[in-house]
């Protein structure tokens, strides 16, 4: 199968170790958004394949990033009862 089409998989965000390498980049102080980014840009780099990462750091703050053609995301704040929507 050709994982560098549109299409996600979890076999190429396990081998980069995804969930880990942001949060290593958030603890070091990286901003969530900047985090999910980067390891996209890696996952794409070292295997060809695409995805997506939801990035939420203690403070919660979020961030997200993917490049499949698109993810959908919802996140809520507390603080302003704001919903947010991105499909």
Not at 3 to 18: A, F, G, R, T
């Amino acid at each position: 199968r050709d994982w560098s089409s549109d299409v996600c998989s979890s076999d190429l965000i396990m081998k980069v170790v995804m969930a880990k390498g942001a949060n290593d980049r958030v603890a070091a102080g990286m901003p969530p958004a900047a985090a999910a980014r980067w390891m996209v840009d890696e996952m794409t780099r070292r295997t060809g394949g695409r995805g997506g990462l939801i990035v939420v750091d203690r403070t919660g703050r979020a961030g997200w990033a993917f490049s499949t053609a698109n993810m959908s995301v919802a996140t809520i704040s507390s603080a302003t009862e704001r919903v947010d929507v991105s499909i």
